[in-house]
Structures are given as C-alpha cells and as structure tokens.
C-alpha cells in the first residue's frame, strides 16, 4: 500500500506539500512502482497534527480519488469523517482506512450503510495529544482485545467480517519500547482473524533504530521493517517508498519459490 498525503504539513516524513495533481502525479509513480493499493489521506494524524474541516479533505483528497479510480487502481480512503467515507467511496475508493476505527459520531453507521471494506486500527488517544504519556499494562494483549472488540461491533452494525481489516498503529499514543514490543507481537495480532496491516514507514521510532535522520538511512529501515513485518504475518504494509519495499519483499518470494523447505 503506498501513501499518497494530500496535507502540506508531512514534512517531518520526507513528504512534500501535494496538492491535488502533484498527489496525482506521485501516486501513478507509486503504482508504476508496484504499489497493488494507494492510500489517500487529506488530514494529518501524525503526533500533534489539529483537524481539518469537512470541506477542506474532501477538496483535497477527492480529485485525486476519482482520477486514480478512473485508473483502475485500488484506492483507500484515510479518513475518520463519515462524510468523506460516503464521497471517497462514491468517488470509487473501495476501502476506508481509519485510524479512529469507526469511533467517530456516525462512522460506524456510515461504512455499514456503504457496505465498505474497512482498515481499522488501534490508537490511544487522539493525535494531537497521543504521544504525552502511553500507557499500557500488556500492550500486545490490550490492542488485540481492542481490535477484537471493534471487529465485534462493526459486525454487530451489519458489517460482514470478511470486509474488515486490523491495525496495531504504530505511533499512535506508543512509546518507542511499545513499537518494538508490538513488532515482536504481532503473530498475536494475527489471531484476531482479520488481515493485518502495518504502517511503519518513516515514523520517529523508525528513525530512533536508524540511529540517524537521514533520509536515505531512514527509507532503508522501514523497508527492512516492512520485510519483518511481512515475515510476522502483515498482509499489508503501508509505506512511502514503494520501489525499495517491494525489492525486498520480492526476494523474499524468490528464496520460498527457490526452496521449499524455507
Ligand atoms: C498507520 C497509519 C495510517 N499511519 C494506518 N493508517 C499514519 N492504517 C496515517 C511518528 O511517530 O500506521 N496505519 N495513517 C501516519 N501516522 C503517524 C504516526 C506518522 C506516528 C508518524 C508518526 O513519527
């Protein structure tokens, strides 16, 4: 899955301001790259980003969402707005990525009515205070339990558990120690029974491993990250730098083809 912000604030990931065609522009090099989906975002939710309005994402983030389904790429939809899933998904998104996991006012209801396919993922807090003081007693086991029960609720609004989606979030109210321990657990995460997504790229806890801030060391990591996370069981890894991951990840499906007893 390759990201695609359509925010003027990712700065501190490498990402420049995008607006609506430069987003466009980039997600085609992404898809050439080998991305099999593209997540669209047009509100930041990296530590200590402020909401956007309604009208603001959608004028973001639907041009590019039309113009790639158009395409025919496969398109995600990174938004907590019930409104912005219902256009996204009419544009022809068809997966709504949230990082809320439809616990904003309507959004259950939203992608239930949408019969949408559906990311959700973990989070304590909210962004722009998450990152003041994580706390968790077994941080694997509570964000299992959390996913859990959201797979419950959502089916419990009528939406079909083969539609849904789990994720750990990374850096979302998780200190450095929680990331790794989260990395190191996420085989557990499998058993919620839904398909694992893992979003690692870029982030500070990434840069924390690089010991470094160049870019070039960073993009490295995550792609190395992205690998582990695969072999642990992610079905899906959203990430920036689409070329670099999908060059491990296929030498990694080279070696299983070459020798059946890996
Ligand atoms: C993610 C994710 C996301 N991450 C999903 N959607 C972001 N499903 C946006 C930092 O510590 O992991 N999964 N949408 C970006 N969020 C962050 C969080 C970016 C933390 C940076 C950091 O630097």
Do not use: W
Not at 48 to 71: F, N
Not at 155 to 173: I, K, Y
Request: aromatic content about 4%; some cysteine.
């Amino acid at each position: 899955m390759g990201i695609v912000n359509v925010t003027p604030d990712s700065f501190s990931d490498g990402g420049r301001y995008f607006g609506s065609g430069d987003a466009l522009i980039h997600a085609r090099k992404l898809v050439k790259q080998g991305a099999g989906v593209i997540d669209i975002g047009g509100e930041s939710t990296r530590p200590g980003a402020v909401p956007v309005s309604v009208d603001q994402e959608l004028d973001r983030v639907l041009p590019v969402v039309e113009a790639l389904a158009a395409d025919g790429v496969l398109v995600s939809i990174d938004t907590s707005k019930p409104q912005v899933m219902q256009e996204a998904v009419q544009a022809g998104a068809c997966l709504i990525n949230d990082v809320f996991a439809l616990r904003q006012p309507g959004a259950l209801e939203m992608a239930a009515s949408l019969q949408a396919n559906v990311i959700l993922m973990h989070m304590q807090g909210t962004p722009r205070t998450m990152q003041d003081q994580p706390s968790y007693k077994d941080v694997v086991m509570e964000i299992r339990n959390f996913l859990t029960q959201r797979i419950e609720a959502c089916h419990a609004a009528g939406l079909d558990r083969s539609r849904l989606l789990v994720d750990p979030g990374f850096g979302f109210g998780k200190t450095r120690e929680h990331n790794c321990t989260l990395l190191g657990g996420l085989g557990q995460l499998a058993e919620c029974g839904a398909p694992l997504v893992v979003g690692i790229s870029r982030k500070s806890f990434v840069r924390a491993l690089a010991r470094s801030c160049e870019p070039e060391d960073v993009k490295e990591v995550s792609a190395l990250l992205a690998l582990l996370a695969v072999e642990r069981g992610a079905a899906i890894v959203r990430v920036h730098d689409v070329g670099l991951t999908k060059r491990f990840l296929d030498i990694r499906h080279d070696l299983k083809l070459f020798s059946p007893v890996h």
